[in-house]
């Protein structure tokens, strides 16, 4: 096996809890990417316009984001944490068999934004639960992690397209006008981000016809396994309100050691007690709280910002890029034919989830520093040949599938090398998912207002504004890492600079 074998026993130990978290990202990721693709025949089966049903989006993007927010809340147990799971998994797949019945856009957008707040605590609590489980080796589960909600989000737009209208989904006397614009107006919305469709002159009334329904039921059909799943590792840890009385806190590292590790040699000389590590991975709000920086030095907050900050940018661009390289593409100087175009968004699709398979074997071999490192000069280097071969569209699709690659393991080598640096200690998980949502979310905003105003063009000038931004933080955070306080016994323990026990044994913590 490519790892060593410490690696391999802790992984057997925490297989069941491993395999759950990886299959709730999967739901993530089937539940993040299946808007664009239907929703025209959404607008079609509520009867709305374009500038209605797009506030989908940010309903089910700003719920996300106020979901990752919160997804510390339910971290202080792991029954709390199990719960918190299965009721989003759940949910998940009910939002799917219910959508369908929604005719209504009000009613559609207040169902996407409980699966925003669904997706937002699966975000958090599952990245959160990892490191727990595995700490400094966290970063090879990370990158699968990761792994599994790019497959979700390939997966769910090949389940939905058999079932997407060809023509437009309401009939009416402007429907052979409005039809012929069809394929273009639904590759602009895929995956994130609607564009400026304003324009566009669709039918509201009319008989409605759409089989977009079956593609919602296969989804919540396939997504019931996953529910399932966590109801089981909370039926094997005996948290079951029906089959036990009480829940199980997380036990200390220290407390985990005493009760798994044999004594050693080494251990028999020198053990002495020591107190229990205050836990980190509050929510946002908890983290906030003042008695969280009593004696923690500037580079405490100041790492856990220039990480935020290198995830708002990168995320950013992901969700940007997602976005409007259909769009860029279509437009002057390219002019790429619509039908090549629409390959685009799945190409930067495909290679992000690619480069995460790829990540797996690397991360071990590889400190998540570097891959890091690689990835925010990957992205700068690609943007500017972009930039100076912006008129080769073979060149777009190879720049395309580059950033995709580069991208792709940036957030789970962020989060384990922040973690690292923090010793386990402050509320990294929580900052970090958060401004990596701000980022997707603000960036795609700004970056079409600016494509609004100054033309395709700009769309380039951006990324590669963001991918130096980007680079400068990350250069921040290596400064911040060489001035952050090395352990010491003479840290107080109640310090955020003080570093959490760790343990070796990788056992799964109640």
């Known amino acids: 096996m490519w790892w060593d074998e410490r690696v391999s026993a802790r992984f057997r130990r925490n297989l069941q809890p491993t395999l759950t978290y990886w299959s709730v990202f999967f739901s993530f990721g089937l539940c993040i990417a299946f808007l664009g693709p239907t929703l ?45 799971l299965f009721a989003s998994s759940l949910a998940i797949s009910v939002v799917f068999a219910i959508i369908p019945l929604c005719h209504n856009v009000v009613v559609l957008a207040v169902v996407m934004a409980v699966a925003g707040l669904a997706m937002g605590c699966i975000d958090t609590i599952s990245n959160m639960q990892l490191v727990k489980i595995y700490q400094k080796d966290s970063a090879i589960f990370l990158q699968a992690l990761h792994f599994f909600v790019g497959f979700g989000a390939l997966l769910s737009p090949l389940i939905a397209d058999p079932f997407l209208s060809d023509t437009n989904c309401i009939l009416s006397n402007s429907t052979a006008n409005a039809s012929s614009n069809l394929p273009h107006i639904r590759k602009s919305l895929v995956p994130h981000h609607p564009g400026n469709l304003s324009h566009y002159d669709l039918p509201m009334k009319g008989m409605v016809v759409t089989r977009v329904s079956y593609a919602f039921w ?23 309100p029906c089959f036990s009385s009480s829940s199980h806190p997380l036990l200390s590292a220290d407390e985990l050691a005493m009760e798994t590790r044999p004594p050693e040699k080494d251990d028999l000389s020198t053990s002495t007690q020591r107190p229990p590590a205050a836990g980190g991975h509050d929510d946002l709000f908890s983290c906030c709280q003042s008695k969280n920086f009593r004696g923690a030095s500037y580079t405490y ?30 437009e002057e100087p390219l002019s ?4 090549v175009a629409g390959y685009l968004p799945s190409l930067f699709w495909g290679f992000i989830t690619l480069g995460r398979l790829i990540s797996i074997p690397v991360s071990y071999r590889m400190k998540p520093a570097t891959m890091v490192f690689i ?90 504004i963001f991918g130096g931004l980007a680079f400068t933080f990350y250069a921040f955070l290596l400064f911040f890492h060489r001035m952050y306080p090395k352990p010491s016994a003479d840290l107080d323990d109640a310090s955020p600079d003080k570093p959490a026990v760790t343990d070796d044994t990788g056992q799964y913590q109640r």
């Not at 989804?219 to 079951?240: D, W």
């Not at 790429?336 to 039908?339: A, I, P, R, S, T």
């Not at 998980?429 to 033309?455: C, F, K, N, R, Y």
């Open 40 to 84: 025209l025949d959404l607008r079609c089966q509520t009867q709305s316009s374009l500038s209605q049903i797009t506030w989908v989006f940010f309903s089910q993007q700003f719920c996300l984001l106020l979901g990752s927010c919160l997804g510390g809340v339910f971290k202080r147990t792991l029954a709390q944490s199990l719960f918190a």
């Open 218 to 240: 296969i989804m919540a059909l396939i997504n019931l396994p996953v529910p399932i799943a966590v109801f089981f590792l909370l039926y094997k840890e005996r948290m079951v």
């Open 301 to 330: 907050f100041a790492v856990h910002i220039t990480g935020a900050l290198v995830l708002f940018m990168t995320d950013g661009i992901v969700g940007e890029y997602s976005g409007f390289i259909y769009s860029y593409a279509v």
């Open 336 to 339: 790429v034919v619509h039908k």
């Open 375 to 464: 990835n925010v000069v990957g992205v700068l280097i690609t943007f500017l040949l972009l930039l100076i071969f912006s008129y080769s569209v073979v060149f777009l699709f190879v720049g395309t599938a580059s950033l995709g690659l580069f991208l792709s393991s940036t957030f789970p080598s962020m989060l384990a090398y922040t973690e690292d640096i923090l010793q386990y200690r402050g509320c990294a998980t929580t900052v970090l998912v958060t401004g990596a949502g701000i980022g997707e979310m603000v960036l795609q905003l700004l970056v079409g207002s600016i494509i609004h105003d100054q033309g395709s063009y700009s769309f380039l000038v951006c990324g590669m």
